[in-house]
């Protein structure tokens, strides 16, 4: 014959409550410090209604398209298919990368290299009336390049191009904001 033992409460309680006053502080702690150092999540953009839609004049293949677009969803921009049925047109007008050695080895093997990223766009309505002045901005990353293959080298300086190209949409939007408001 088989007995079956009791269980400790505590075993069988699967959601017990956050007992711990710090792990409750900390977290507070860390709402406060994101929401104090401006962070926002993607889709925050508020443009004026009267203002909206929104019309992006840029290569339909850019990469900064992509990325303004991908930003603004979630947001209550509305985005035109056609510049004559937007309020606002936001013209990326160049955009354009390179990059510099900055560190060789005594080979002259590069060691570090400087990659920039400039963008100049600004902001207009269908009449051509400036409501965001033409403006750059410039991006700067360094990044080393230790003994790896080609390829490992072409991939990373890729993916450091896109992270600028992002952070570029992100602070294009935040001068339209600003320029808008």
Same mark, same amino acid.
């Given at each position: ?7 400790? %409460? ?5 959601? !017990?409550? $956050?007992?711990? !006053? ?8 860390? $709402? ?33 398209? @992509?990325?303004? $677009? ?7 921009? @509305?985005?035109? %298919? @056609? !510049?004559?049925?937007? @309020? $606002? ?93």
């Amino acid at each position: 014959m088989s007995r079956i033992l009791p269980q400790p %409460a505590y075993l069988l309680d699967t959601h !017990p409550p $956050v007992r711990n !006053p710090w792990a409750m502080a900390l977290l507070l702690i860390l $709402v406060v410090a994101t929401s104090a150092c401006g962070f926002k999540l993607r889709g925050q953009l508020q443009i004026p209604p009267e203002l909206n839609p929104l019309y992006i004049q840029a290569d339909q293949g850019s990469a900064l398209r @992509r990325s303004i $677009v991908d930003q603004l969803q979630g947001s209550k921009v @509305r985005l035109a %298919a @056609r !510049p004559q049925d937007a @309020r $606002v047109i936001l013209r990326i007008q160049k955009v354009s990368r390179s990059s510099r050695v900055i560190a060789v080895d005594r080979n002259a093997k590069a060691l570090a290299s400087e990659l920039y990223y400039r963008v100049t766009f600004d902001a207009v309505t269908p009449g051509d009336k400036q409501l965001a002045p033409r403006q750059t901005i410039d991006i700067t990353r360094t990044y080393e390049n230790p003994d790896v293959e080609v390829l490992g080298k072409q991939s990373e300086e890729s993916l450091i191009y896109e992270e600028m190209t992002s952070d570029a949409a992100d602070r294009i939007l935040d001068r339209l904001h600003a320029a808008l408001h």
